[in-house]
Nanobody, 115 residues
Framework: QVQLVESGGGLVQPGGSLRLSCAAS????????MAWYRQAPGKQRELVAS???????NYADSVKGRFTISRDNAKDTVYLQMNSLKPEDTAVYYC?????????WGQGTQVTVSS
């Protein structure tokens, strides 16, 4: 059974930082491209950052320079370090694993940026 379990979300003030984690099980983690998506109320789900099996990374323009995606294949875990958070970063953040046409999603973790 494949599971992607996110953690690390919460309430943070503008300018603050959070680190999200996504622990995978049931897959050969190292061959999967991993990504973080987010969905704000009333908006479509959007790609935030992705990292390939060879550690190539890609970021949405809105988070470049503030967010960093990384992976630890020994721990089957992908991370999203989020700095300089803004109210517009408020959303449910989802972990995604993709290999060819196979995709898995986590259940999501809420991030709220508010004073």
């Amino acid at each position: 059974q494949v599971q992607l379990v996110e953690s690390g979300g919460g309430l943070v003030q503008p300018g603050g930082s959070l680190r999200l984690s996504c622990a995978a099980s049931g897959i050969i983690f190292g061959i999967y491209a991993m990504a973080w998506y987010r969905q704000a109320p009333g908006k479509q789900r959007e790609l935030v950052a992705s990292i390939t099996s060879t550690v190539g990374t890609n970021y949405a323009d809105s988070v470049k320079g503030r967010f960093t995606i990384s992976r630890d294949n020994a721990k089957d875990t992908v991370y999203l370090q989020m700095n300089s958070l803004k109210p517009e970063d408020t959303a449910v953040y989802y972990c995604n694993a993709e290999y060819r046409r196979i995709r898995y999603w986590g259940q999501g973790t809420q991030v709220t940026v508010s004073s």
